[in-house]
Nanobody, 123 residues
Framework: QVQLVESGGGSVQAGGSLQLSCAAS????????MGWFRQAPGKERDFVAR????????YYADSVKGRFTIYKDNAKNTVYLQMNSLKPEETGVYYC????????????????WGQGTQVTVSS
């Protein structure tokens, strides 16, 4: 089992920035990758970014390239998502996810999920 705890959500105006954190614990030694997903009310969970546990591969959704940065702190077993130039349509609950399989953007490829953290971007 892997436990994931997200933090860092909040409210911000359009154009603002937020940094999300996801602390992983438990059986993290078998992790292949960690990802971030966003879910708006009434919509499916959308892929945002993914980083391999080794840090050698990073993948972003096209909509966030150049504005969001995913990175990790190995010593803390924590993955971060720095979000800049936020847009109102990026409002939603942001989830951290963990997988020991070769997963990229599909939510079904991830095995463990955090409880989510709310991000609200006002216009």
């Amino acid at each position: 089992q892997v436990q994931l705890v997200e933090s860092g959500g909040g409210s911000v105006q359009a154009g603002g920035s937020l940094q999300l954190s996801c602390a992983a614990s438990g059986r993290t030694f078998s992790t292949y990758a960690m990802g971030w997903f966003r879910q708006a009310p009434g919509k499916e969970r959308d892929f945002v970014a993914r980083i391999t546990w080794s840090g050698d591969s990073i993948y972003y959704a096209d909509s966030v390239k150049g504005r969001f940065t995913i990175y990790k702190d190995n010593a803390k077993n924590t993955v971060y998502l720095q979000m800049n130039s936020l847009k109102p349509e990026e409002t939603g609950v942001y989830y951290c996810a963990n997988t020991n399989r070769r997963a990229d953007s599909r939510a079904t490829g991830y095995d463990y999920w955090g409880q989510g953290t709310q991000v609200t971007v006002s216009s």
